[in-house]
Nanobody
Framework: VRLVESGGGLAQPGGSLRLSCATS????????MSWARQAPGKNVEWVSA????????YYTDSVKGRFVISRDDAKKILYLQMSRLKVDDTAVYYC??????????????WGQGTQVTVSS
């Protein structure tokens, strides 16, 4: 399993970023996918999930209405469109082939993540 996150960077509060996760080594199209994040000094937090096929999406309350998860099964890429960013969204973002995440132990092939920093 290989997961390569990209698209992070520095954004101002209220700004937008689009994260991508290129995947290989597993059957992307038959797996639900999630985004998770780790803020400084905090444990990993599940952010959003999308079902196999993309018909169902789920979000943690703090990002509802601001983030949109999507997937391109042909390209095996997962996306996270982040809008109206807040300082509290600052974290390293990871993708994972799971419907949810509670701890780092839930998965054993994490990617390197992509840093999102929201600051004025």
């Amino acid at each position: 399993v290989r997961l390569v996150e990209s698209g992070g960077g520095l954004a101002q509060p209220g700004g937008s970023l689009r994260l991508s996760c290129a995947t290989s080594g597993f059957s992307f199209e038959t797996n639900p996918m999630s985004w998770a994040r780790q803020a400084p000094g905090k444990n990993v937090e599940w952010v959003s999930a999308i079902s196999e096929g993309g018909l169902e999406t789920y979000y943690t309350d703090s990002v509802k209405g601001r983030f949109v998860i999507s997937r391109d099964d042909a390209k095996k890429i997962l996306y996270l469109q982040m809008s109206r960013l807040k300082v509290d969204d600052t974290a390293v973002y990871y993708c994972v082939p799971l419907p949810g995440v509670r701890s780092w132990d839930d998965f054993d092939s994490w990617g390197q993540g992509t840093q999102v920093t929201v600051s004025s």
